[in-house]
């Protein structure tokens, strides 16, 4: 591993020596971390290119995109009899969720955390039975102060952290009342959802002590603050109880094998033909029927098509009827966090585990240790700063731990990813009222899906499997108000939710 490993959330060449290949078909696959996963991919893989051999066009629906929302899909499609084929741009599946390996630990590039309140990663976790760890949590916090960064106990900062973002979200109950249904006080919604996260901050107009502890949130999130809208992290207050608690805690549990496991098992179950680096260059309507073509010129026909792939790569594709104005301006505007950029870091100084938040321009948002001799996980939005090079990386880190030092690090960029162009979904001001509804409806046969488009946790993975389930006709989980987290029979890890501050859905 070079010190400026930095790689996109492709999965693309030059990186397969570090991971499981195996022929498959006569396509060369690339596993995922450990290779766990091989075989399933294999036999979607084999599957799909003996059906392209013998002249196979008789698809019920063709699903573009293999991350959990079109994994998802596919598996529901499937248990209903209908014939799929699942086309995926990468060499992998996944999509904004990545296990992959840096220096022999295993980490995710892209979404992470799961957790009771959040019903459908839930339920498919005990579906597979998939076993959930948490994290260690921090054994101090570093919180920034007119004077520099100050360590605090984790329970001292957070509960200070619990009475600032508790009056950002006055009021959410009353707008979002059922958070899994959010136009239900639309009335409510429309004057706040010109706000963005600048916004909030100035009508609260807090003390400057007060106010740097709370742009390390918005500034990773909006993208700038100014770019973020308030009704996006508002909704994941809601959707977490209205609550600090509930908000600062959803990311605490990681699946044991990863991420890939959940990918895999829902691949497995569903066991759609599945067709590696396909990415689609045209989705064209005719006579009762869909035309979709690779760049590479392969040509597949469906009844349907479901689009599984972030909205804001709805605009390298071109589509016959073209796209409705509701549509065009969402991936013209950008629904995924822009510029946002994850890296793990192996730190020789310090070595305990610690978590640092930082105000609005510096270089990173927030960075910290969750493990025992685990690297440290850091997020930055800044496009003046080099994360290639490991002297500027360093260099950033010690402006929050001036006795850092860097033996390594990893970096994924998912905003110059072609098949993401961008991070988790976040909403702008006016997206949620204007927008929001209107793109998740189909253009004739053509549907649309991915995380982007939830009606709930939009942003995390439980939103990307909730957009599958429906645009497939499948029942979808809207828990009470006040219902309790439901852990549907799983064992939860012991843990003080209040230590711990919630990262980011990627």
Do not use: C
Not at 42 to 64: L, M, P
Not at 227 to 250: D, I, K
């Amino acid at each position: 591993m070079t010190d400026n490993d930095a790689r996109p959330g492709s999965g693309g060449s030059g990186h397969l020596s570090r991971r499981t290949l195996l022929k498959a078909g006569g396509l060369v696959v690339a596993g995922t971390a450990a290779g766990f996963g091989a075989a399933a991919i294999a036999e979607a893989t084999e599957s799909a290119q003996a059906a392209e051999q013998a002249g196979r066009s008789d698809y019920d629906t063709i699903v573009v995109g293999a991350g959990l929302a079109g994994l998802t899909a596919a598996r529901e499609l499937r248990k209903k009899g209908r014939r799929v084929l699942l086309l995926e741009a990468r060499d992998r599946i996944g999509g904004r969720t990545w296990t992959d390996r840096f220096n022999d630990y295993e980490i995710e590039r892209g979404g992470a955390w799961v957790d009771p309140l959040q019903p459908h990663v839930w339920r498919e976790l005990s579906r597979y039975n998939l076993t959930i760890v948490a994290d260690q949590g921090p054994e101090r916090v570093l919180m920034p102060t007119p004077g520099g960064f100050a360590e605090f106990d984790p329970v001292t900062a957070y509960t200070r952290q619990g009475e600032l973002f508790t009056p950002f979200f006055a009021g959410a109950r009353d707008y979002f009342p059922k958070p899994y249904a959010p136009f239900t006080r639309e009335d409510l919604l429309t004057p706040l959802d010109g706000l963005s996260l600048r916004d909030r901050l100035n009508q609260l107009a807090y003390p400057p002590a007060d106010e740097m502890r709370m742009t390390g949130t918005t500034s990773l999130y909006g993208a700038p603050s100014s770019r973020g809208g308030l009704l996006q992290l508002a909704q994941w207050w809601a959707l977490a109880g209205w609550n600090y608690t509930g908000f600062s805690g959803v990311n605490t549990f990681r699946i044991e094998r990863g991420t890939v496991a959940l990918a895999t098992a829902i691949l497995n179950e569903g066991k759609p033909d599945l067709k590696l680096r396909a990415p689609v260059a045209s989705v064209v309507q005719a006579n009762g029927t869909v035309r979709v073509t690779t760049r590479s010129g392969a040509a597949f026909t469906a009844p349907e098509v479901i689009m599984a792939v972030p909205v804001n790569v709805w605009k390298t594709i071109a589509f016959s009827p073209g796209l409705p104005q509701p549509h065009l301006e969402a991936t013209a505007q950008g629904y995924g966090v822009p510029r946002q950029k994850k890296l793990w870091l192996d730190l020789a100084t310090p070595t305990d585990r610690f978590i640092a938040e930082a105000p609005e321009g510096f270089p990173f948002a927030i960075m910290g240790r969750l493990n025992d001799n685990a690297p440290a996980v850091a997020f930055t939005v800044d496009t003046s700063f080099d994360v290639t090079n490991r002297a500027a990386v360093e260099a950033a880190v010690r402006e929050i731990i001036p006795s850092a030092v860097v033996r390594s690090h990893t970096v994924s960029d998912w905003q110059a990813e072609e098949f993401s162009l961008g991070g988790p979904a976040f909403r702008q001001p006016r997206q949620l009222t204007r927008l929001h509804r209107a793109i998740g409806q189909p253009l004739g046969r053509v549907k649309f899906a991915g995380d982007d488009l939830a009606l709930g946790w939009s942003g995390y993975m439980d939103g990307a499997i909730e957009s599958g389930l429906r645009v497939a006709g499948a029942p979808t989980l809207a828990p009470s108000p006040n219902a309790s987290p439901d852990t549907q029979g799983m064992a939860l890890p012991k843990v003080n939710r209040r230590v711990y501050r919630s990262f980011v859905g990627l």
